[in-house]
């Protein structure tokens, strides 16, 4: 029988101080894009869970500053946020209300799935119908119009959904619930606040500080 697990899960927003080492300990810390939670956040780091459409993806893979980022690695697992196919039907969509994302869908997969072959690293796309039903929860609480949710709150979704079993402790740090105008912050924050008092998830807290960790 599997022991129970820990399993981080590190948003790039502020980490308190002295939850470096709380992070460092558990059996598997996830973090995101380029990690920039690395630092007050620890160093390590299991999975880097990355938005694959769009400049995010486009800034990951040229330069090769990300292929050589420490935390990167030393990841034994790259995630790609985003299916294409999905992202690619919602094109024409944005192309109407949002022109200015003109490049949002553009899809960065095989770039990122030919770095983690190449480097001995286990790849996987999140599925699609994990933003789906993602977009269908945050229907219950009250989202103002958005166009796709944070790759922290589909990440998190995934793993409860997809990798943790019923005895892992589930831990967010790094998350501040705020950032790009199209992103359900507010109601990702009530989603994640449900999560936390059904006892799926919890959120970090040291108990020298009353500060929280997200």
């Known amino acids: 029988?599997?022991?129970?697990?820990?399993?981080?899960?590190?948003?790039?927003?502020?980490?308190?101080?002295?939850?470096?080492?709380?992070?460092?300990?558990?059996?598997?810390?996830?973090?995101f894009n380029d990690c920039r939670s690395v630092g007050s956040g620890g160093q390590k780091t299991d999975v880097v869970a990355v938005c694959n459409t769009g400049r995010p993806g486009l800034a990951m893979l040229g330069g090769g500053r990300w292929k050589t980022n420490a935390a990167v690695r030393q990841a034994r697992e790259i995630w790609c946020v985003r299916s294409g196919a999905k992202f690619a039907a919602m094109r024409g969509g944005l192309a109407e209300t949002h022109p200015d994302l003109d490049d949002f869908c553009d899809d960065y997969t095989v770039g990122f799935e030919s770095f983690s072959r190449s480097t001995g690293r286990r790849f996987r796309i999140v599925p699609a119908a994990v933003h789906e039903q993602v977009d269908r929860d945050l229907a219950g609480y009250a989202a103002d119009p958005y166009v796709v949710p944070s790759s922290g709150m589909i990440v998190i979704a995934d793993i409860l959904a997809h990798f943790a079993t019923a005895d892992d402790d589930v831990v967010l740090a790094g998350f501040g619930h705020v950032g790009w105008q199209w992103h359900p912050f507010a109601a990702e924050r009530r989603y994640v606040d449900a999560l936390a008092a059904s006892g799926r998830l919890r959120r970090l807290h040291l108990s020298s500080s009353s500060s929280q960790g997200a």
Not at 3 to 22: C, L, S, Y
């Open 1 to 31: 029988m599997q022991d129970r697990r820990t399993i981080m899960i590190v948003g790039n927003g502020d980490v308190p101080g002295g939850a470096g080492a709380i992070i460092d300990a558990a059996d598997v810390v996830v973090r």
